[in-house]
């Protein structure tokens, strides 16, 4: 029985108030603090640079997984190593040498991640297996919180575990996570499933047994 950490992405908390929603989220039992980068380019929306997340390092007593939806990408993995991730996760789709920057992750000292939308097969993941400490699978097209799980990438997810075998590769999941949505990807193989709307649904700093509640019940 595989344990599944729970990672909540501060794409949905109170921007005015980080340090206190992820002491909330981590007093109330998530496992890992999901900060989702994006850059008006490889996906239609912009949230955080390095100087946020140096901000927010100090707050994190878990793990920063840090999800890059930027395009180009390496010439910011040192100032985002810099700041503090410990996991940093590049797309395969935004740009033509993942492999590289797969490499240039490892070499900033950070874990290193791929993520795959949506509408990515998993034919590159084979020859990058041995480049990863994790695989991300969207579930949802990046971008935005709140969006509605693709049920196409179950069977996605189920081959991916396959592939993986017993190596020490996380599968995580983005996008759409429920108490719904969440058990059918536990059951395809993740480990990990990152949740915003669902874990900060009703909650606030104020009353941050809701993001316990919310937790538990994904
Ligand atoms: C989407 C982000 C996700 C997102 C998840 O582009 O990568 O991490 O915040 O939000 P929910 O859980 O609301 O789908
Ligand atoms: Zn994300």
């Known amino acids: 029985d595989r344990k599944i950490k729970i990672a ?11 340090g206190e929603e992820i002491r909330a989220i981590e007093a109330e039992g998530c496992d890992w603090v999901h900060v989702d980068v994006m850059d008006g380019h490889f996906v239609p929306n912009l949230t955080f640079g390095p100087p946020l997340l140096a901000a927010i390092r100090p707050h994190i007593r878990t793990v920063m997984d840090v999800h890059l939806m930027i395009s180009p990408v390496d010439a910011y993995i040192d100032a985002y190593a810099g700041a503090g991730a410990d996991i940093l996760t590049a797309h395969l789709e935004a740009g033509p040498h993942i492999h590289r920057t797969l490499q240039a992750i490892r070499a900033a000292g950070c874990k290193a991640g791929l993520a795959l939308n949506p509408g990515t097969g998993l034919d590159a993941v084979p020859h990058l297996l041995d480049m990863v400490d994790l695989i991300c699978v969207m579930t949802v097209n990046p971008g935005f919180g709140g969006q509605k799980f693709i049920h196409s990438q179950i069977e996605k997810v189920r081959s991916l575990r396959a592939m993986i075998g017993d190596r020490p590769i996380h599968i995580e999941i983005d996008g759409g996570m429920t108490p719904e949505t969440a058990p059918l990807m536990a059951e395809a193989g993740a480990d990990v499933l990152v ?23 994904i």
């Open 195 to 217: 949740a915003g709307s669902g874990v900060f649904k009703g909650g606030s700093v104020q009353n941050p047994g809701v993001y316990g509640e919310n937790i538990r019940a």
């Open 8 to 18: 909540p992405s501060i794409l949905s908390a109170d921007f005015a108030n980080f």
